[in-house]
């Protein structure tokens, strides 16, 4: 298992505070803050995708397939560690190419909407620092390029608001975007 008192050992990525399903394009990944409803997308795609994580994820760039989400569970703390056993479908040790990154709202009827590229890179910069510990590492090694990270993959793939309920019809507006 990962956590973040190792993560000076990633010299070629970074922890995300996300959580993300598997399809056949790659990985959605699904941004917002704690108690936005990262861990009940993942439940409730977890029946059509294969979910990766419900807390943090580690972004890599590899030369073959580009932005990816790295191998193995990385968790925040005690509590993501309980929800992730909760997950159904989950392989581990797995990479998949980042296909898209949402934003997430609770709303009362589902949509999809694209984030600019200000709007993600901004979103993502505030996903690395919400990893408990790396905010702190991130004061002390100014060198590390966590920000550049940011702003490449921002450049790269595209972002979307994804408005949620927690009902079908959010699996099958994800769905229908996959198409």
């Known amino acids: 298992m990962t956590t973040t008192k190792n993560i000076a050992t990633f010299k070629k990525g970074v922890l995300l505070h996300a959580s993300g399903v598997r399809t056949s394009q790659g990985a959605l990944l699904f941004m917002g ?77 589902p949509y999809i909407s694209r984030l600019s590229q200000r709007e993600l890179c901004s979103q993502i910069a505030t996903g690395i620092l919400e990893v408990a510990g790396q905010n702190m590492i991130y004061t002390c090694f100014k060198g590390l390029p966590w920000f550049r990270i940011a702003s490449e993959l921002a450049r790269q793939k595209q972002g979307y608001n994804l408005h949620f309920t927690q009902e079908i019809d959010t699996v099958e507006a994800v769905s229908s975007f996959m198409v």
Request: proline content about 4%; overall charge neutral; some cysteine.
């Open 33 to 109: 803050p704690s108690g936005a409803g990262k861990s009940t997308i993942c439940t409730l795609l977890s029946d059509t995708f294969e979910p990766i994580t419900d807390d943090v994820v580690h972004i890599a760039w590899r030369e073959e397939i580009g932005w990816c989400v790295d191998e193995g569970r990385f968790y925040a703390n005690e509590e993501s560690i309980q929800a992730n056993r909760k997950l159904k479908n989950y392989r581990k040790e797995k990479i998949a190419p980042i296909h898209a990154i949402f934003r997430i709202h609770q709303n009362k009827t």
